[in-house]
């Protein structure tokens, strides 16, 4: 216990020091996935990635979130709502390598009758946009897609783990934030939307999952309270905020019902030994 | 009227839109007026209400709503150069003493591309006499973590007043102004929501929405309570604008028959 104990102390601590590169201008120490591999997981015939069972650390140290918020000037509520950082042990699971795309979802709408998003044209997506990921989906369109392909949505910890690893890193590719690596509105203007999912592969997770970081907040099955709102996870292309694509960040959540132009999901589905 | 705004509600429900706002191009706000209404301990939501929103001979607009043998309001609707203004009636037609009341009043700026700004870094509220950009505040990570309700200054706090404590999203001792405002992209205008008398603020960055809920104070059955508010569509800096809309907020009488 006591040896757990200083391990976590030594991990906060030390990923406490080396997030603070990523904003604060100095130098940031690049986390390798704790596992030691540096490849990336295979994608499997349903277009799935394994997440190895184990320990991963969730959340983020609190101190590093007063940092955080200091540096960034807001106050600290804003991120110690994810403190304090916890060592959680998930078993295997798989997940979708890319977010659910509108070629997809439009398969999904065909066989099943299920209405489609607003924003295509009638019951099929714009031909420019079937790879993009889908949006306009509420929570229960996105649990009705994931109940039809045999998968559920991931609880916040699955997509965290998925997102970030093992050791706590702030964004999917490390610790410095890279502009390029994901979808976002960076220049705070008008007319960003979607990327093709396949479109930043500098983000990928250090288990290969793409899209973790910007382009669609992804719905998650669980939320803080209740059955009328669920978290929402890794930031979209409406995001303007650097510390909202950390995959930590839980500050904002969706309402179940709510099928908003920048919501969008994937799925996951159980190992079985 | 001098008016160049369009408003728009719907025959049949709580929603109103503005349109054509000068200095807003092509920006779509959406008026939930109200989402819910009555006594804070036990409001009725919109669902319940039967209401619809109709254009006047003049070009003002009014909505009626009522719930049969609880509740029935008005809200008349004048529409200037840059504000619109909301002379609201609540009426208790129940049975019961309603201790304190208030009208859940929802300014969605999502279809404002201009304006919109789901990360509350362009909010900007007042509270012990100083400008605060909203993210400066404390913030409680409730049951939908995307919302925050602000108790007023003036008011009773957020814990005194059951609607708001259902959230429970409220931080203890922070008190603002009652009102809230956005500044624009380009940072040359803003949007703004105030009520008289204020009883909360909130505000959900799932759709960047803001409200400054007004109260009809304590209504008896039978009783009528009187309350104001009004949405600003500025050019100006925050300064200029909060020293124009506090000249013009201290001579309107909320509790006047209008």
């Known amino acids: 216990m006591i040896e757990k104990l200083k391990r976590r102390t030594f991990l906060s601590r030390t990923l406490a020091g080396a997030a603070g590169g990523i904003l604060f201008g100095v130098p940031a120490m690049n986390w390798a996935c704790s596992s030691g591999k540096k490849d990336q997981g295979e994608t499997d015939s349903e277009g799935m990635i394994l997440i190895p069972s184990g320990i991963f650390l969730k959340g983020t140290p609190l101190q590093q979130a007063r940092k955080l918020s200091a540096d960034n000037g807001y106050h600290e509520s804003w991120i110690t709502c994810e403190s304090p950082e916890q060592e959680i042990n998930l078993p295997a699971f798989r997940i979708d390598k890319y977010p659910v795309t509108n070629e997809q979802y439009e398969r999904f709408c065909a066989e099943t009758g299920h209405a489609p998003p607003s924003h295509w044209r009638v019951t099929k997506p714009p031909e420019a946009i079937l790879r993009h990921p889908v949006s306009h989906v509420n929570h229960f369109d996105a649990s009705a897609y994931a109940e039809w392909a045999g998968k559920r949505l991931p609880v916040e910890a699955e997509w965290e783990k998925a997102a970030r690893g093992t050791d706590g890193r702030l964004f999917p590719w490390g610790n410095n934030f890279k502009s390029d690596a994901c979808c976002w509105n960076r220049t705070g203007e008008d007319g960003v939307s979607t990327d093709p999912v396949d479109a930043h592969p500098l983000g990928a997770s250090p288990y290969g999952i793409m899209d973790m970081a910007g382009n669609l907040f992804e719905w998650c099955s669980d939320g803080p309270g209740g059955r009328s709102c669920a978290f929402i996870k890794g930031g979209g292309w409406i995001t303007t905020e650097i510390l909202d694509l950390r995959s930590a960040a839980r500050g904002n959540s969706g309402a179940t019902n709510n099928a908003n132009a920048f919501y969008g999901f994937r799925c996951v589905k159980e190992v079985l030994l | ?258």
């Open chain 2, 1 to 258: 009227m001098n008016s160049q705004i369009q408003f728009t509600g719907q025959p049949d429900g709580m929603n109103a839109q503005i349109t054509r706002v000068p200095g807003f191009k092509d920006d779509l706000f959406n008026l939930n007026y109200p989402e819910a209404i009555g006594p804070t301990d036990n409001p009725r939501y919109h669902t319940t209400i039967k209401c619809s929103w109709k254009e006047l001979e003049n070009g003002d607009w009014k909505c009626t709503g009522k719930v049969e043998g609880i509740l029935e309001y008005t809200i008349d609707v004048k529409v200037y150069k840059d504000t619109v203004d909301f002379y609201q009636k609540l009426t208790n037609q129940s049975m019961e003493i309603w201790s304190q009341t208030m009208a859940f009043n929802c300014f969605n700026n999502g279809s404002a591309v201009s304006v919109r700004d789901h990360e509350c870094k362009r909010h900007w509220v007042r509270t012990r006499g100083e400008f605060r950009k909203l993210i400066e505040l404390p913030r409680v990570f409730g049951p939908r973590p995307a919302l925050q309700l602000y108790s007023v200054e003036g008011a009773p706090p957020g814990k005194d007043i059951p609607f708001v404590e259902s959230f429970r999203s409220t931080p203890e001792n922070t008190f603002i102004e009652g009102w809230m405002a956005i500044r624009s992209r380009d940072g040359n205008h803003l949007v703004a929501t105030v009520s008289k008398p204020a009883l909360y603020t909130f505000q959900n960055r799932e759709y960047s929405c803001i409200h400054s809920a007004p109260s009809f104070g304590a209504l008896k059955p039978g009783e009528s309570g009187r309350a104001f508010s009004r949405l600003y569509f500025v050019e100006a800096n925050l300064e200029d604008w909060y020293q124009r809309m506090k000249e013009e907020l201290d001579v309107i009488d909320p509790t006047g028959d209008f």
